[in-house]
């Protein structure tokens, strides 16, 4: 079956600074990766997404990237601010599948 | 709607009882999926629909669970003698279509307390 991992600690930052949170995956090659955000209390929000053939997606201050060889994918927010701090998880859909498995999330708390 | 309506945000119940969650879901979104998300865990994936019919049930964590959506819109979540360790914050999403290359509208969530 197919694993999602994400880095279980928080990643503190300073506000301005660049945020990249890593999501690596096992097994079947997906046909797509979709980035969310989650704040407490509210459902993921969803941000970006990627296709196995695409090797970088931008969205204003968002970037994903994919790299099929080793098997992740990174997120980074540029010039992060203390509003960017929430849950980001990430989803995988392989080709032989109509659902997406998500990660259980990285915590990114910016700093003032 | 503008977004995916759930109700109730809170239910709290007790063991044995038997609990409905409601998915109101985008005007239009032919598929809608259940969720469920525990403290400090991935969001696990219980059933979806595609249309009215649920294609892939296998999901749903024992037969205490059923699911049905009507009309193509709304969707109830039954649980049925409630346990406590089917206590969780149970999410609901819709999206244009199954595969949907845009991902997923989320609503809020029904957070699940059974005591």
């Known amino acids: 079956s197919q694993k999602i991992e994400q880095n279980s600690e928080a990643l503190n930052i300073q506000e301005g600074k660049t945020a990249t949170l890593t999501c690596n995956y096992t097994?079947?090659?997906?046909?797509?990766l979709q980035w969310y955000r989650q704040d407490p209390g509210r459902g993921p929000v969803f941000l970006l997404l990627i296709r196995e053939n695409e090797k970088e997606k931008r969205k204003e201050r968002l970037k994903v990237t994919f790299d099929t060889t080793l098997k992740q994918s990174l997120f980074h927010i540029t010039a992060s601010q203390p509003a960017d701090s929430a849950t980001y998880l990430c989803a995988f859909r392989s080709g032989g599948s109509y659902i997406p498995t998500f990660g259980r999330g990285t915590s990114l708390i910016v700093h003032p | 709607g503008a977004g995916v309506s759930q109700s109730p945000s809170n239910k709290v119940t007790e063991k044995g009882k038997d609990v409905e969650l409601r998915c109101d879901p985008i005007s239009g979104h032919t598929a809608l999926y259940w969720y469920r998300q525990s403290l400090g865990q991935g969001l696990e994936f219980l059933i979806y629909f595609q249309g009215n019919s649920a294609p892939d049930k296998s999901g749903l964590p024992s037969d205490r669970f059923s699911a049905e959506r009507t009309g193509g819109s709304v969707s109830t979540l039954t649980i049925q003698r409630t346990q406590q360790e089917d206590s969780a914050v149970y999410l609901c999403a819709s999206s244009l279509e199954v595969g949907s290359n845009y991902g997923y509208t989320f609503g809020s969530g029904t957070r699940l307390t059974v005591v």
């Open positions: 097994n079947y090659s997906p046909a797509y």
